[in-house]
């Protein structure tokens, strides 16, 4: 399977230690630029739905916002539960662009009624 990569903008506009939440389909996802890398996750927290891109970061860890929640941009998951993650991407920069892959979408089509 091959990973759709989607140029979300120029490491530029995310400088170190910072983020930026870009549009990507029908979703926002926050960029991390952390220790000289970019990471992805989904930027909506799951607890009430605060932008993960406005929170402080600290060691890889971006605090929500609105109620301190914790999670590591490496890889979505939640600091107070490991076994919660939310969504995270796989990133690469290409000529200075950040690109963020997208999961495959779902091409199976949902049946209807049925024969017996």
């Known amino acids: 399977m091959t ?9 530029d506009e995310v400088p170190e230690g910072q983020a930026r939440a870009f549009a990507v389909g029908d979703q926002v996802v926050a960029v991390f630029h952390h220790g000289g890398q ?8 799951p607890h009430m739905g605060a932008p993960l891109s406005e929170g402080f970061i600290d060691n890889g860890i971006v605090v929500c916002p609105w109620h301190g929640w914790r999670f590591d941009v490496r890889d979505g998951t939640w600091c107070d539960n490991p076994r919660v993650k939310i969504g995270s991407y796989p990133v690469r920069v290409v000529a200075g ?20």
């Open 3 to 11: 990973e759709n990569y989607v140029t979300v903008g120029s490491v």
């Open 38 to 45: 970019f990471f992805a996750i989904e930027d909506s927290c």
């Open 97 to 116: 662009e950040i690109q963020i892959a997208l999961p495959p979408k779902d091409t199976t089509q949902p049946t209807t009624g049925g024969s017996r």
